[in-house]
């Protein structure tokens, strides 16, 4: 199972990228996905999720300005950054599960068991 993560830049505040997540191994269909981030100095919290069956959740700090997506037919998971904020700038990381998380826990990096490498987002003010 690998993850390859990549998108990442420098971009303006205000400004938009789109990560992408290409999984490889096996069919990631059947996954429970996400992605976290990890700002300098700081925890790896979490962004966003996507369920198999395409349930998404978000943390408040995103929700509104980033859309986490999947095509299962490509084995790619996206992550689509609007209106971006210095704030935003960490490492963020794709993550996968075989089979369904909890709801409650689908925001925990425990819950999941792949990971991708990370790439690095920098926005400047």
């Known amino acids: 199972v690998q993850l390859q993560a990549s998108g990442g830049g420098l971009v303006q505040a205000g400004g938009s990228l789109r990560l992408s997540c290409a999984a490889s191994?096996?069919?990631?269909?059947?996954?429970?996905m996400a992605w976290f981030r990890q700002a300098p100095g700081k925890e790896r919290e979490f962004v966003a999720a996507i369920s198999m069956f395409s349930s998404n959740m978000y943390a408040d700090s995103v929700k509104g300005r980033f859309t986490i997506s999947r095509d299962n037919t490509k084995n790619t998971l996206y992550l689509q950054m609007n209106s971006l904020k210095p704030e935003d700038t960490a490492v963020y990381y794709c993550?996968?599960?075989?089979?369904?998380?909890?709801?409650?826990?689908?925001?925990?990096?425990?819950?999941?068991?792949?990971w991708g490498q990370g790439t690095q987002v920098t926005v400047s003010s």
């Open positions: 191994g096996r069919t990631f269909s059947r996954d429970d």
């Open positions: 993550a996968t599960r075989n089979g369904r998380i909890v709801t409650s826990y689908r925001s925990r990096a425990e819950a999941y068991d792949s």
